[in-house]
């Protein structure tokens, strides 16, 4: 299958977005797509200072020479602009007073920002990308700090999008850096996913798995040509970011496209994390949780299941009620506290449920080791792709300190309710273990 008939039926299978063009030096292309998808509409263009001279200039004259009456651009001018509650309440003030279409002139912070505040006008919008830095273009919700908490706000993603690879590789390269990274974190979690489709806990979406994985590990292969900010190889790593937002949309869930790789930044954004003054992109935090989850998985095949004792794990396992006070001594004190335990105790299985689990992976440990190592790099495969590319390799390259890191792990199994790898290893007895690898004498990140 090629390109073209990859995205087509990428676009056959998402449920919000009905155009996307992917090329280099298209911007001229705005003006149809525009009046094509919003006909007889006038056009907002919302931009922070960089996307305005990066592509919102051109977007706004090209707009305006071909016929489409145009608001005053939007453009953003706070230096910390990210994507908080009080942004959402300045956009929607502003669009609140226009029947216009925004047209976001931008990456991950300026899209989820038009994406969310469109919603909330009942409108539409379209999405000129000006880095190859989110999958977040495409998908069907917006990841908006709200109340000190990261959140996943229900919302349509963009009618229309437009990528100019030629823009696209003219970004700073720690941004393709970062959405090189936002990409290959499909890999390890698509192999958590293969764990809770062989529990029977999620069953994998047959069309939104083969929108993301089928042409996944194609678009990662040339991270030598992404570092040199090629156009020609930026494009295929574009298309799969794309690619992925479509199979959210089809799935109605960003399982497709992320897991406890994504968990770690979650719980740093919602601390308020910094580093030398400013907050790691979330595809540099992603690209360290990538890592710790490939760590995690070799350590994972270290394990024979078919030895393990069904009957004292499912012994050791914790009532409901040992889970929640666990829970409230782990987060006393967090402004997150609520929701950490309200997560884990939503996903909480009852004895029963653990045997069963354990029993099926007793009894098939082998063909799911089998899957898992063909979906899931290791973590020298993985180190490599992400250390060309300028990612981030080790904790500290975002800040956190390895000791942090390790007491952040029960943290990040709590937060979110979607079944994951940690589960499993909680379960079998075995996560601690799994941890030690990473963390203890020898391991590669090993605590001093």
Known sequence: MNNNQRVAKALAAATETAAMEIGVDILDRIPVMF????????????????????????????LQQAGVECDEPYIFT????????????????????????????????????????????QRPYMCVATAASVDGYSSFGASITYKNM?????????????????????APAEMTAAGYADLAAKIPAGAEWIIADFLGVEPIHDVAWHIVQDSLKESLADPEGVAALRPEAIAPFVEGLMLSGFAMQAARSSRPASCTDHLFSHLWNMRNHTYNGVTPSHGFQVSVGTLFMCAMFDQMYKSDFTQIDVDRCVNNWCTLDEVRFAAEKLFAGEPYAELGITEVTAKY??????????????????????????????????YRYLSIV????????????????????PFVRHI??????????????????????????GGIWEVK
């Not at 009046?35 to 977007?59: H, S, Y």
């Not at 029947?99 to 991950?108: F, M």
């Not at 229900?154 to 696209?168: E, F, H, Q, R």
């Not at 079944?419 to 996560?431: E, K, Q, S, T, V």
């Open 35 to 62: 009046k094509e998808q919003f006909p007889g509409k006038r056009a907002l263009i919302v931009a922070d200072e960089n996307t305005w001279r990066a592509a919102g200039e051109a977007t706004y004259a090209f």
């Open 416 to 441: 979110r309710r979607r079944y994951n790898m940690l589960d499993l290893g909680l379960r079998a007895g075995l996560l601690d273990g799994w941890v030690d690898g990473i963390f203890g004498q």
């Open 150 to 170: 990261k959140q996943t706000f229900t919302c349509p993603a963009p009618k229309a999008i437009l990528a100019d690879v030629g823009v696209m590789a003219k």
């Open 390 to 409: 300028g990612a981030p390799v080790k904790p500290e390259d975002v800040g956190v300190s390895k000791s942090q890191m390790l007491a952040d792990v």
């Open 349 to 382: 299985d009852d004895k029963a449920e653990v045997r069963r689990q354990l029993e099926l992976i007793k009894a098939d440990w082998p063909e799911l080791k089998r899957k898992l190592q063909e979906q899931c790099y290791t973590y020298d495969e993985m």
């Open 78 to 121: 706070d230096k910390h602009l990210h994507a908080e509650w009080t942004f959402i309440e300045m956009l929607d003030e502003r669009l609140s007073a226009t029947d216009a279409i925004a047209v976001a002139v931008g990456s991950g912070t300026i899209n989820d920002l038009c994406k969310l505040c469109s919603y909330h006008q």
